[in-house]
């Protein structure tokens, strides 16, 4: 029996992912078979650490290798390579490192799949709606305006999607 395949990265997704997991982005160039995410993360030392993410979008050659790493020289950044990455393109040392796409999600809590739960207004509209008070520079009842945020935290928090109402039924 053969093994499942490995889903392939996601772009969109990867970026929201490393800004949740405290990453600030620089810059995102697509190449022929691969995507480069400069980030940067300051870390608990006040150290700021560079990155270049490499995500795949095909299976890594050589070339593609040797490409990724000049950009990385450039960008004075380490290496990270996401994806189906074979132990022959990184090298036969595999120091490079090369992670699957569900190992980098687990190592940064899981996917971002919704920018919204990321926007800096958020957590303060989410109280005032919680108070059944409508936030400024919104419209609509503030009761199913609080579900719909409540739903996003839910799935942001949870890391999954199409998390239902669950509570009893309210009356109009």
């Not at 490079?96 to 980098?104: A, E, G, N, V």
Request: glycine letters at 8%.
């Amino acid at each position: 029996m053969t093994a499942p395949l490995e889903p392939r990265p996601e772009l969109d997704v990867a970026v929201r992912t490393l800004l949740s997991g405290g990453f600030v982005v620089e810059d995102v160039e697509r190449k022929p078979g691969y995507a480069m995410v400069n980030a940067v993360r300051t870390d608990e030392f006040g150290m700021s650490l560079r990155y270049c993410f490499m995500f795949l979008e095909t299976s890594l050659t050589e070339a593609q290798l040797a490409a990724a790493k000049i950009a990385c020289d450039h960008h004075e950044a380490e290496l990270v390579v996401v994806g189906d990455s074979s132990d022959e393109a990184c090298g036969a040392d595999s120091e490079q490192p090369h992670l699957t796409w569900s190992r980098f999600l687990s190592l940064l809590g899981g996917p971002v799949s919704s920018a919204a739960a990321l926007d800096p207004d958020f957590p303060s509209n989410l109280e005032t709606l919680g108070r059944c008070q409508l936030p400024a520079r919104m419209s609509g009842n503030p009761d199913d305006l609080f579900e719909a945020f409540v739903r996003i935290a839910l799935e942001f928090c949870l890391a999954t999607r199409g998390v239902s109402g669950a509570g009893p039924r309210r009356r109009p």
